[in-house]
Each structure stands twice: as structure tokens, then as C-alpha cells.
């Protein structure tokens, strides 16, 4: 029979060898973080307990710790103006942490319906080609057409919108689209967003919105309608379908002259 060493106990190394130890030790503190956050974002604790575990989470500052931060954004407390202090604790917690909060933001930002909050951290924390990295992340999961809830949506869009460093060329392309959303108020602040970079492309998406034999929506052409007055954007061929969708109360105050939408 071949030799082979003999394996020795590993007491006889001198080594005390305890599987459970290490593992039980990071199973602990990975439970009691999620206790923390569990803390965090319950709305029915009293504020001091939600106030205690959020200071636990910044000072943790890994990054469950920080989605744990953001998750508190997705819940709404009784007393809006409670809710509200917290909200905005967290996105200076979140923002004096820089880079470091763009991984947990993306997380949050992938699955999340309210986003607001969430984008007014990623406006300040990285710079405009990977904030617009992250918002083309979210668009692409929130296509135009039919959504039951468009809550994500109109955030992005809203904030895009409203963005001071973006241009035409940032939020054109990617609004123009939902001008056809199957949500009125998609639509709305769309129009709103790219009517901010002024341009005869932007009058061209907004004109042809006007037109859209599908757009039944009288509040919405009748916005349409004073965007394109205001701007003086002529109408061009499209004169005669503008004067058919100009029907019902909402937009009887308007009329066409010299191939202008203008208000009577």
C-alpha cells in the first residue's frame, strides 16, 4: 500500500477552528442593519426612533446603509411637514457623501416610483453625461404608451425639464417622445420641458402634438396652443389641421391669422 501523509487534527496545529463564528458575526451585523433600516422607513414610528436609525445608516455609510437612506424616500409619514424635514435630511446626507451614493441611488432609482427626491441627489453628486447615463437607465424602462402608474415617469420628466445644466440637445430628443404618452399629464410636462429650449425643432414637436388626430385631451391643446401663439411658430401646411383641432371650450379663445395661432 502507497504511503501518504498522515492528516493531523487541526488542534494539533494549534489552530481553534469555529465555522460558525466568522459567518454568525457578519450574519449579525447584516441583521441588525436591516433592523436599522427597518427603523428608517416604517411610517407609523414616532419621528425620534425614524431619526435615531437614519443617523445609524449615515454614520454605517456602506452601501446598504445608503440605499437604506434612500428607501426612506419611497415612504410617506402622516405629517407632511415631518415627512418632508426627513426627505430633505436625507438628500443632504446623501449628497455630502458625493460619489459614494451613486451606487445605492442607481438601486434605488431602477425600481422606485418616487423618484423626485432621488434626482435631486444624482443632480449634485456626479456630473451631467453620467446623471444623463442614469436618467437614459430609468427612461428605458419607462417607455411612452400605457402605464398604470406614470409616477416614475413624470418625475424624470419634471426633472429633467427643470434641469439648469441641461440644453436642448440633453432634454429635446429624450422628451419629445412622451408628447404622445398615453398619461395627459405626461404629455403635459413634456410639452412644458422642451418648450424651456425654445428652438423651431421644439415648435415642429409641438405642432405636430396639436395636430395628433388621437389628442382629445382639451386642456392639453389648449397649453399647445399658447406655446405656439407665444412663440409666433408658424403653422405652415399644417394651418388647416390646426383650425380642425381647435374644437370645444377649451380652445375657442384662439384663431389663426397670417399662418399664426393667435388669441382672439
Sequence with gaps: MPWAPRALPIAALGVSFR????????????????????????????????????????????????????????????????????????????????????????????????????????????DKDKALEVIDDVLATEEPGYTRDPERRLDVIKWLGEWKQATAADVVPRLAPYLKDHSEDVRYFAAEGIARHWSPEVGDHLLAALVNPEEEAGRFKRFLAELLAQHKHPLGDAADKVRSALVGPATEGFGIRDGLLVAR
Design 19 to 126: 465555522p460558525n463564528m466568522v459567518f454568525g458575526l457578519f450574519s449579525n451585523k447584516e441583521k441588525a442593519l436591516q433592523k436599522t433600516i427597518e427603523r428608517a422607513t416604517n411610517k407609523l414610528s414616532q419621528q425620534p426612533d425614524r431619526w435615531a436609525a437614519m443617523e445609524k445608516l449615515r454614520e454605517d455609510g456602506s452601501e446598504e446603509a445608503l440605499f437604506g437612506l434612500c428607501r426612506r424616500f419611497a415612504i410617506v409619514c402622516q405629517k407632511a411637514s415631518e415627512d418632508e424635514a426627513e426627505k430633505a435630511w436625507v438628500v443632504d446626507v446623501l449628497v455630502a457623501k458625493g460619489p459614494l451614493a451613486l451606487a445605492p441611488l442607481r438601486r434605488y432609482l431602477k425600481n422606485q416610483a418616487q423618484l423626485a427626491f432621488a434626482l435631486a441627489v444624482l443632480g449634485q453628486i456626479v
